[in-house]
C-alpha cells in the first residue's frame, strides 16, 4: 500500500499544535502504507521528526521499524508531461492563439498569473506586488499589462465567495487608479481556460507570475517552463512552492513581501534573452528528465524496493525461528 501526500507536511513545530490524539491518529493513520511519498524532502523530513516526536519511533535515513514492518518515507516531486507541453508551442491552434495575444500587447510587456481560487495561492499580496512595481518604477506606466486567470473553486463556499470579492475589488480599484481610457494595467478572467489557450498565454507572456503562500509542488510552474520551446520568458516563483526546489534557477521570491515580488518583476522584465535562454534551458533539462511517468515508475519501484526488504525480513525471521525451536 502506498500513501502520497500532495500538500506540504508541517513542520514539527506547527504539527504539535494540534490535539496530541489528533496527532496520533493522523502519523498512525499514514504509517498503514508501506511507502509514503512526499513533494520535498524537507516535508518528508518533517513527517519523520513528527513521528520521531510524537510516537517516539526514531528512523533509520528514511526508513521506519513499524508494526513489525519496514516502511520507507521519501520525496518524490510530482511533475507533468512535459513533453504534450513542449510540443505544444508549435500547435496550429496555439499559434493561432498566442498571434491574438501577441497583438493584444502590442508593444507592451506582458505578465501572466493563472491560479484556482484558493486562499493559498498568494493573489491578494500578487495584486500588492504588482502595484508596488508600479509606483517603484512609473516608467513603466502603459507599458505593461497583466493579465490573471483565477480558475472557479469552491465558489460556493462562504470563504471562497469572501476570497473571489476581495480579488475583484482589488482588481478594479487598481484599474480604475492606475488605468486610463488607454490603458488598463489587468485584464482579469474568472473562469477557465481550455488547453490551448492556457499555452498560448504561456508562450506570448514575457513573465510568468507564481507566488503562492504555501505550495507543495505547483505544476503551473512546470508547465510555464516546459511550454517555452523557445527558451524567452522569465518564471517569477514564491519560494514557499514545493516546485522552487527544483526550478531554482527561476527569480525566487517571499510571496509575503510585496517590494520583493515589485523588484522581481523589473528584473525580470528587464532580463537579457540570453539569460532567460540559459535558465529555461537548465530548468527543461531537469523536469524533462523527470517527468510524470519517470515520477510514477519511480514511486512504484520503491514501492517494489520497500516490499523486498520487508519480505526479505520476514523470510530471515522464520528461518530464525525455524533454528531456535530445533
Known amino acids: 500500500?502506498?500513501?502520497?501526500?500532495?500538500?506540504?507536511f508541517p513542520s514539527y513545530e506547527l504539527f504539535r499544535l494540534i490535539p496530541k490524539q489528533w496527532q496520533k491518529d493522523i502519523l498512525t493513520g499514514v504509517m498503514g502504507a508501506d511507502l509514503i511519498g512526499f513533494h520535498t524532502i524537507d516535508y518528508a523530513s518533517h513527517f519523520l521528526s513528527s513521528v520521531?516526536?510524537?510516537?517516539?519511533?526514531?528512523?533509520?535515513?528514511?526508513?521506519?521499524?513499524?508494526?513489525?514492518?519496514?516502511?520507507?518515507?521519501?520525496?518524490?516531486?510530482?511533475?507533468?508531461?512535459?513533453?504534450?507541453f513542449h510540443d505544444a508551442y508549435d500547435d496550429p491552434m496555439v499559434s493561432e492563439a498566442r498571434e491574438k495575444y501577441v497583438e493584444l500587447k502590442g508593444g507592451k510587456k506582458m505578465i501572466f498569473s493563472v491560479d484556482r481560487l484558493d486562499y493559498t495561492k498568494g493573489v491578494a499580496n500578487r495584486l500588492k506586488g504588482f502595484q508596488q512595481f508600479i509606483s517603484n518604477y512609473p516608467e513603466y506606466l502603459e507599458k505593461v499589462i497583466f493579465v490573471l486567470?483565477?480558475?472557479?473553486?469552491r465558489d460556493s463556499v462562504v470563504k471562497y465567495a469572501e476570497r473571489k470579492k476581495?480579488?475583484?475589488?482589488?482588481?478594479?480599484?487598481?484599474n480604475s487608479g492606475l488605468g486610463n481610457v488607454v490603458w488598463q494595467p489587468i485584464i482579469y478572467k474568472y473562469g477557465h481556460l481550455d488547453f490551448n489557450e492556457l499555452i498560448a498565454l504561456y508562450t506570448a507572456c514575457d513573465l510568468a507570475l507564481i507566488t503562492p503562500?504555501?505550495?507543495?509542488?505547483?505544476?503551473?510552474?512546470?508547465e510555464f517552463v516546459a511550454s517555452?520551446?523557445?527558451?524567452?520568458?522569465?518564471?517569477?516563483?514564491?519560494?514557499?512552492?514545493?516546485?522552487?526546489?527544483?526550478?531554482?534557477?527561476?527569480?525566487?521570491?517571499?510571496?509575503n513581501d510585496v517590494i520583493e515580488i515589485a523588484s522581481a518583476i523589473k528584473a525580470g522584465l528587464?532580463?537579457?534573452?540570453?539569460?532567460?535562454?540559459?535558465?529555461?534551458?537548465?530548468?527543461?533539462?531537469?523536469?524533462?528528465?523527470?517527468?510524470?511517468?519517470?515520477?510514477?515508475?519511480?514511486?512504484?519501484?520503491?514501492?517494489?524496493?520497500?516490499?523486498?526488504?520487508?519480505?526479505?525480513?520476514?523470510s530471515n525471521f522464520w528461518i530464525t525461528s525455524q533454528r531456535s525451536s530445533c
Open 213 to 222: 503562500l504555501r505550495d507543495g509542488m505547483n505544476l503551473v510552474a512546470k
Open 149 to 153: 486567470v483565477i480558475v472557479p473553486s
Open 166 to 174: 476581495i480579488i475583484d475589488e482589488s482588481v478594479g480599484n487598481l
Open 270 to 314: 528587464e532580463m537579457s534573452q540570453r539569460d532567460q535562454g540559459e535558465r529555461l534551458q537548465e530548468m527543461q533539462d531537469r523536469i524533462s528528465h523527470y517527468d510524470v511517468y519517470v515520477w510514477a515508475t519511480d514511486f512504484f519501484n520503491e514501492l517494489k524496493a520497500v516490499k523486498d526488504v520487508q519480505l526479505s525480513l520476514r
Open 1 to 8: 500500500m502506498v500513501f502520497f501526500l500532495h500538500v506540504p
Open 52 to 84: 520521531e516526536e510524537v510516537l517516539k519511533v526514531e528512523h533509520d535515513g528514511q526508513f521506519l521499524a513499524w508494526d513489525n514492518r519496514k516502511i520507507k518515507a521519501d520525496a518524490f516531486p510530482i511533475s507533468i508531461d512535459y513533453n504534450l
Open 228 to 255: 517555452r520551446k523557445d527558451l524567452s520568458g522569465v518564471l517569477v516563483l514564491s519560494e514557499m512552492a514545493g516546485a522552487a526546489h527544483e526550478l531554482t534557477e527561476a527569480l525566487l521570491i517571499n510571496p
